[in-house]
């Protein structure tokens, strides 16, 4: 069992940063791939950001394509820690945002919401025009 708790997300403007964190307790922390999904007001909930455990391929990182370039994804495993730094913040970037963990029994990065088994409760950020 691993236990998420995402923090970080709060109202700001456009072209502003936001960094998020994702605090991780219970089973192993390095072994999972972590990921940042969101979800906005009447909208699926969509892929953000992954990165694999340091095992497979030296930890790697992969984006959807809506933020590669202005969001990155990093991970402190000392700290049972994820983060997703948000530069260049747009309106559409407004959502509820989770952390989740995936085992990741191979070097293939999980990328879907269906491959990932525990998640946070969620932290909305709000970004206004």
């Known amino acids: 069992q691993v236990q998420l708790v995402e923090s970080g997300g709060e109202l700001v403007q456009a072209g502003g940063s936001l960094r998020l964190s994702c605090a991780a307790s219970g089973r192993t922390f390095s072994y999972y791939a972590m990921g940042w999904f969101r979800q906005a007001p009447g909208k699926e909930r969509e892929f953000v950001a992954a990165i694999s455990w340091s095992g497979w391929s030296g930890g790697s990182i992969y984006y959807a394509d809506s933020v590669k370039g202005r969001f990155t994804i990093s991970r402190d495993n000392a700290k049972n820690t994820v983060y997703l730094q948000m530069n260049s913040l747009k309106p559409e970037d407004t959502a509820v945002y989770y952390c989740?963990?995936?085992?990741?029994?191979?070097?293939?990065?999980?990328?879907?919401?269906?491959?990932?088994?525990?998640w946070g409760q969620g932290t909305q950020v709000t970004v206004s025009s």
């Open positions: 989740a963990a995936a085992p990741q029994p191979g070097p293939v990065l999980p990328t879907t919401q269906y491959e990932y088994a525990y």
